[in-house]
């Protein structure tokens, strides 16, 4: 592949929604955002996805 063998500085790849399992969802300090609904827009999340 390319990207293993060519310096690379971005990578752009796609996945469909349903790939997608949620490991956690943090906030910008690094702690679990634990309560349900709708999430605040003044502090975007951080977002783990898992395998």
Same mark, same amino acid.
């Given at each position: 592949?390319? /990207?293993? *063998? !060519?310096?690379? =500085?971005? /990578?752009?790849?796609? =996945?469909?929604g *349903? =790939?997608?399992?949620?490991d956690? /969802?943090?906030?910008?300090? +690094?702690?679990?955002?634990?309560k349900? +609904? %709708?999430? *605040? *827009? =003044? !502090?975007?999340?951080?977002?783990? %996805? +898992?395998?």
């Open positions: 592949m390319i /990207v293993q *063998s !060519e310096h690379i =500085d971005i /990578v752009i790849m796609a =996945d469909a *349903s =790939d997608w399992v949620i956690q /969802v943090l906030n910008q300090r +690094g702690n679990p955002i634990l349900f +609904g %709708k999430m *605040s *827009s =003044d !502090e975007p999340p951080i977002i783990q %996805k +898992g395998y």
